[in-house]
């Protein structure tokens, strides 16, 4: 491990839990890498551009069936003015009114406005002035608070975006492109109210621009949840930070994957950093630590041969276009033996991670098992999902699983689907499913 942090900011570490150890020609090499930052927490100390500065925009769905129930609506006022309190002085904001179009409603004319305690003000009571009516279209509400962002000399650029319906007013391609071209611009956390929007756009939007999804199945909790993200969101100081993977020539990458605070496949979103180099956003950061999976295959060599099978750097750009800051550094070996015992052993870390992504996807499978009609497909997925939870230790999946199926043996994987099942307890199982716990190191 290396660490590589300027000293008036958070302090970055990279570390490494892997077996390094093959058998002779053996391939697939695992390790897990947790990135670990610490000793932020000012508004002024930050390895980014612009210090600790913020700009954030709430984008709030107005739709017409946020008025029914019409406490969404109100809900959502709600949130937002709490959001708005927990603003710092000197952070940047807007609120966004979504519907088929997208609209600002505080402070207009196509800027940010600086929070003080008068624009605070300012911005609740333009919220008193929002109703519901109109469809649903998130691209275009994503695409001008991009905008609104782009302006901003701020660290850290980010969205909170809460909706209650399907994106039914433009098409998924519209969406997707929308996301592609807000990614990097800024990162965002999504919310679902109530129990009629589509689980995968709101996890959609929130992978794809590294935030947050959840379900907040009654609008009375929207203003404590509102709090709680602007909270994060006011603790980042490090922006647009990327895990750097190197790899000697010969070596394959099969996947780059977070797997905690939650499972989200990183391999797709490569972008190349010179010869056999790529970078991996990870966001965003504030005192916290993440575990990342990295999975390489290298050539097969012999016996009592050693090779660096990778090096993982964490990097930020510079705003001038120079080269990037190396904020931390870790490696990944590989070394061939003839001893069984040694080279046949899981790491603690890889094994527990490994289950994780497979109790994610084992969830998936099982709700879409259930929704097409297939039972027996849907009780052996879930099944399996209960004894992976119950076997890593995740009682907070475990404890949502029982709401879906009735537990026989947790430790064999026997369940019954049940025959009724609430709508927002299928909702909040899928939502949360990429959830996992941190295995003890």
């Known amino acids: 491990m290396a660490n590589f942090s300027k000293p008036t900011g958070p302090q970055f570490s990279v570390d490494v839990y892997q077996n390094e150890f093959l058998p002779e020609g053996g391939r697939d090499v695992n390790a897990i890498v947790t990135v670990t930052a610490t000793g932020g927490g000012t508004a002024a100390a930050s390895v980014s551009p612009g210090g600790g500065s913020a700009a954030v925009v709430l984008m709030l769905d107005c739709s017409g069936s946020m008025d029914y129930p019409a406490t969404k609506m109100r809900g959502a006022r709600e949130a937002a003015a709490a959001a708005i309190d927990t603003l710092r002085d000197g952070t940047s904001f807007a609120v966004v009114a979504g519907t088929h179009v997208a609209r600002e409603v505080y402070p207009r004319g196509r800027r940010l406005a600086v929070a003080d305690s008068r624009t605070r003000a300012e911005a609740k009571e333009a919220l008193r002035g929002l109703s519901a009516g109109g469809g649903t279209a998130i691209g275009t509400w994503l695409r001008l608070a991009a905008g609104l962002l782009d302006s901003a000399d701020a660290a850290i650029k980010h969205g909170i975006l809460l909706t209650d319906g399907r994106n039914e007013h433009e098409s998924p391609e519209d969406l997707r492109d929308a996301l592609e071209a807000c990614a990097g611009r800024l990162t965002c956390d999504a919310r679902g109210v109530g129990t009629d929007w589509e689980v995968k756009e709101v996890t959609g939007v929130a992978s794809a621009l590294l935030g947050t999804a959840d379900i907040v199945a009654d609008p009375a909790g929207l203003a404590a949840d509102f709090t709680a993200l602007m909270e994060r969101a006011m603790a980042k100081e490090v922006a647009d930070v990327a895990l750097r993977l190197w790899t000697p020539v010969g070596v394959e990458i099969g996947f780059v994957k977070q797997v905690a605070p939650a499972v989200d496949d990183l391999s797709g979103r490569r972008t190349e950093a010179g010869p056999r180099a790529g970078d991996y956003p990870t966001g965003s950061w504030g005192d916290e630590s993440r575990d990342y999976h990295v999975s390489v295959r290298v050539p097969e060599a012999a016996v009592g041969r050693e090779m660096l099978a990778a090096r993982v750097s ?15 550094q870790g490696l990944v070996r590989a070394v061939w033996t003839d001893d069984m015992a040694m080279s046949t052993s899981i790491n603690p870390q890889v094994a527990h991670y490994t289950g994780q992504a497979e109790l994610a996807d084992a969830i998936q499978e099982g709700l879409d098992a259930r929704k097409s009609g297939d039972r027996d497909g849907a009780t052996a997925k879930l099944g399996r999902a209960v004894q992976l939870a119950t076997a890593f230790g995740n009682a ?46």
């Open 396 to 441: 907070d999946t475990a404890k949502l699983l029982s709401k879906v199926v009735d537990v026989v043996d947790a430790a064999t994987g026997t369940v019954r689907l049940k025959a009724k099942v609430a709508e927002a307890d299928e909702m909040t199982l899928e939502t949360r499913s990429t959830k996992t716990v941190r295995v003890k190191k």
């Open 314 to 328: 964490l990097i930020v750009p510079d705003p001038a276009g120079g080269a990037p800051t190396t904020l931390s």
